[in-house]
């Protein structure tokens, strides 16, 4: 631990003890070279959190969809000795590769961080290579970071092969607590199985956790991403999740918080389409007041996107389809629909396509997180009508 780390969550600690008992025993063995691998799939909140604790704990209830096809796969090699004591200093320094970069970084800082908490005392002097990409490009709105540690908390999974000493409830437990340690976000991510819907719930009594939320079944919604803008943000998250509790509509947002979790639970249960979508355009509207009222503000809700809102709700309420749009931290518009709508969505996007300047990903289905080999199996397969759309090119 380095003198600024607090303490981990007690949860957390538990589970580490336990490593750190499997590892006296010898029966976690991590010799210099050994490898791990994992993949996960980054997320679209319908009920997002904004403002957060320490350790990346969200300050409330927050819900999202799995964005299956769009995922970070993450591979880890131990770079160290191996004590059986664990007290030998570290002899290496954390690197990363990732896609486009031609020679391995130092880790950032907020990496570091988490490989130093994640092996805490059990396996301290070991350091770690992440060579990690995703297959979607970053700043275009689609939670790279979440998928980005949801995948590290598998590749670290399957190096100390968790799926051997722990019950696969256990294994979901560490990986959404490992995740989180990285983004609150990415505790979503990292929800192992087919789960669309992932709540992280927070409970002050038992700690807090990520859990998937049972649809309704046949309840499945299309997805995919109006990509206007892909400068980087002017203000990151983490500076924005501080800024936030200077809008003076944060306690205000904050005090129905848990109220509107718990219904955009129910409607999914239910496969309540229509309080889906009111709570989650309710929500974007709600999270973009607070941060276009923080200080310093974060200005994501702008004309452009605003004026495609509109004609977006016009149309869709003209036609009467089932669609509905919510934004991320950033500009670009996120479009849910059951796929009757996707007539409408297709012709609403080639539209404001046509004049340039806009472009189109679209979301397919894809397994949660995954350690191991059945990461390496993960096959993307997207909504049939979908692909004369892909990458931006409407038909
Ligand atoms: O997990 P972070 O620190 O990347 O923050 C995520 C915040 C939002 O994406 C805006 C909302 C959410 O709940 O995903």
Same mark, same amino acid.
């Given at each position: 631990?380095?003198?600024t780390?607090?303490?981990?969550?007690?949860?957390?600690?538990?589970?580490?003890?336990r490593? +750190?008992?499997?590892?006296?025993q010898?029966q976690?063995?991590?010799?210099?070279g050994d490898?791990g691998?994992g993949?996960?799939?980054?997320n679209?909140a319908?009920?997002?959190?904004?403002?957060?604790?320490s350790?990346q704990?969200?300050q409330?209830?927050?819900?999202?969809l799995?964005?299956?096809?769009?995922r =970070?796969?993450?591979?880890?090699?131990v770079r160290g000795? /191996?004590?059986p004591q664990g007290?030998?200093?570290?002899?290496h320094?954390n690197?990363?590769?990732?896609a486009?970069?031609?020679?391995p970084?130092?880790a950032?800082?907020k990496?570091d %961080?988490?490989?130093?908490?994640? /092996?805490?005392?059990?396996?301290?002097?070991?350091?770690?290579?992440v %060579?990690?990409?995703?297959? /979607?490009?970053?700043?275009c709105?689609?939670?790279?970071?979440a998928a980005?540690?949801?995948?590290?908390?598998?590749?670290?999974?399957?190096?100390?092969?968790?799926?051997r000493?722990?019950?696969?409830t256990?294994?979901?437990?560490?990986?959404?607590? &490992?995740a989180?340690?990285?983004?609150?976000?990415?505790?979503?991510?990292?929800?192992?199985?087919a789960?669309?819907?992932?709540?992280?719930?927070?409970?002050?009594?038992?700690?807090?956790f990520?859990?998937?939320?049972p649809?309704?079944?046949g309840?499945?919604?299309?997805?995919c991403?109006?990509v206007?803008?892909?400068?980087?943000k002017?203000?990151s998250?983490?500076?924005?999740?501080?800024a936030?509790r200077h809008s003076?509509f944060f306690?205000?947002?904050? =005090?129905?918080?848990?109220?509107r979790f +718990?219904?955009?639970c129910?409607?999914?249960?239910a496969?309540?389409?229509?309080?889906?979508?009111?709570?989650?355009?309710?929500? =974007?509207f709600?999270?973009?007041?607070?941060?276009?009222?923080?200080?310093?503000?974060?200005?994501?809700?702008d004309?452009?996107?605003?004026?495609?809102?509109a +004609?977006?709700?016009?149309?869709r309420d003209?036609?009467?389809?089932?669609?509905?749009?919510?934004?991320? =931290?950033g500009?670009?518009?996120h479009?849910?629909?059951l796929?009757?709508?996707?007539?409408?969505? +297709?012709?609403?996007?080639?539209?404001e396509?046509?004049?340039?300047g806009?472009?189109?990903l &679209?979301?397919?289905k894809?397994?949660g997180a995954?350690?191991g080999?059945?990461?390496?199996?993960v096959?993307?397969?997207?909504?049939?009508?979908?692909?004369a759309?892909?990458?931006g090119?409407?038909?």
């Open positions: 631990m380095t003198p780390d607090s303490p981990l969550p007690a949860s957390l600690s538990a589970l580490q003890d490593l +750190r008992d499997l590892r006296a010898g976690i063995l991590l010799q210099n490898r691998f993949t996960a799939p980054s679209i319908l009920i997002k959190y904004w403002g957060k604790h350790d704990q969200p409330n209830s927050n819900l999202s799995n964005l299956g096809s769009f =970070a796969t993450t591979e880890v090699v000795r /191996f004590y007290s030998a200093p570290a002899l320094s690197t990363v590769l990732f486009g970069m031609t020679e970084a130092p950032d800082r990496l %961080r988490w490989i130093s908490r994640v /092996f805490a005392d059990w396996a301290s002097e070991i350091r770690m290579h %060579r990690s990409e995703n297959n /979607f490009p970053s700043a709105g689609v939670a790279s970071s980005g540690y949801a995948a590290l908390a598998a590749a670290v999974a399957d190096l100390l092969q968790l799926e000493h722990f019950s696969a256990e294994l979901q437990t560490w990986l959404t607590e &490992w989180r340690l990285g983004s609150g976000s990415a505790a979503r991510s990292a929800i192992p199985g789960a669309e819907f992932v709540a992280w719930e927070r409970d002050d009594v038992d700690g807090s990520a859990h998937p939320v649809a309704s079944p309840f499945e919604l299309g997805h991403l109006l206007l803008d892909t400068s980087p002017s203000v998250s983490s500076e924005g999740h501080e936030a003076p306690a205000v947002r904050a =005090a129905g918080m848990e109220r +718990r219904a955009m129910a409607a999914v249960a496969g309540d389409f229509s309080t889906v979508a009111t709570l989650a355009e309710e929500d =974007a709600a999270i973009h007041a607070i941060m276009q009222t923080s200080e310093p503000a974060s200005r994501h809700l004309s452009r996107n605003s004026q495609i809102i +004609r977006f709700v016009a149309g003209q036609a009467r389809v089932p669609a509905f749009w919510t934004l991320d =931290a500009p670009n518009v479009i849910l629909f796929r009757e709508a996707l007539p409408f969505v +297709r012709d609403f996007l080639a539209r396509c046509a004049g340039g806009a472009s189109v &679209w979301g397919g894809g397994p995954l350690p080999s059945r990461a390496r199996a096959v993307h397969t997207d909504l049939p009508d979908d692909r759309f892909r990458m090119e409407p038909a």
